[in-house]
DNA sequence: ATGAATGCAAAGCGTTTGCATCTGG
DNA sequence: CCAGATGCAAACGCTTTGCATTCAT
């Protein structure tokens, strides 16, 4: 994600976009200043963020976008395939993006001062396949979140 | 869980309640009628369950439990580790009893008939342990939920 | 008796919806 | 044109809180 240089960044953001407004289209949706710009966005932010989080961005292009039409957007996006819902228990739902390159990571949180790591773990995907495959169920999704504190002091909660 | 003898259960249901007076005692908080009532019927159900169901359960005892005790209950439960609130997206908490013996399960919940399954498995626990060392963290607690479809038609919403 | 717990109703908060208006295809 | 999208405000559902009353210690 943040390795990412600005070329490969705006790559992955015009796929994306390419690939929603095809969606758009193919269920006779349309596309619109406000639903654009709050799209746009959030692919670029690229990182799980909050409605309010979302419009106070897009605010700063079109100040007079609603909170509907942004939780409207995040529902499409959500049921498009583009972004995930995710509940970190602090109140507010939070949506990662899915930019199609990206396996769809999970989550490390300090307990102490909520920092939010992303990971990807090979071992960790491989075994609950397993798990799955055993009881019968094929996977559609998950939703892993490591609840830890940090060993050292780099923590500024502790 | 479900393989416990009536027994068993009783015994692990009275071990936790007995842990969880004598924290109410050391916080100086008290016992009450209606406390007593959801704390007991919380430790024996033993499955995640809403504030909802948990005033609809305790109502069948003592009628007028307001929902507020309910809540301001498994506020106290959660506070005091026995109780962990989980988030399954459809809009209410779901609090998992923790009774000590218990190694925290995980879930995997079909996408079609949202019947969840709680199962507990080494290997995967293992992977998540060596993954949060490795970044330098401690475990706390984790959150893991595979949402899934079942291969066969035992699932009615298929 | 005194601090804590209860029940009720009201308030909070994030999210959704109804509706009149606007807009893209 | 007309279905779909927007913005606003009101409604929603779950949860929390204020307050007068009751209760445990």
């Known amino acids: 994600m943040s390795e990412l240089s600005k070329e490969e960044r705006d790559q992955r953001v015009a796929e994306a976009l390419e690939e929603f407004y095809e969606r758009l289209q193919e269920a006779g949706l349309k596309s619109t ?3 654009d710009l709050i799209v746009e966005r959030f692919f670029w932010l690229d990182k799980h963020i909050s409605a309010d989080e979302l ?3 897009v605010r700063e ?3 007079r976008i609603g909170y509907a039409t942004v939780y409207r957007t995040l529902k499409l996006l959500t049921e ?3 972004a995930v819902p995710k509940d970190f228990g602090d109140g507010q739902t939070r949506y990662d993006p899915i930019l199609h390159q990206d ?4 989550h490390l949180i300090c307990v102490d001062c909520r920092k ?3 990971f990807n773990d090979d071992g960790l995907n491989e075994r609950i396949q397993t798990i799955a495959t055993a009881k019968g169920y094929a996977i559609r999704r998950k939703k892993i979140e490591l609840y830890a504190e940090c060993q050292d002091q780099e923590c500024p909660n502790k």
């Open 33 to 35: 200043k406000q639903r």
């Open 103 to 106: 396996p769809q990571h999970d």
């Open 61 to 63: 292009y079109q100040p």
């Open 116 to 118: 939010i790591i992303e």
């Open 80 to 82: 498009q395939g583009f």
């Open 55 to 57: 419009l106070e961005d």
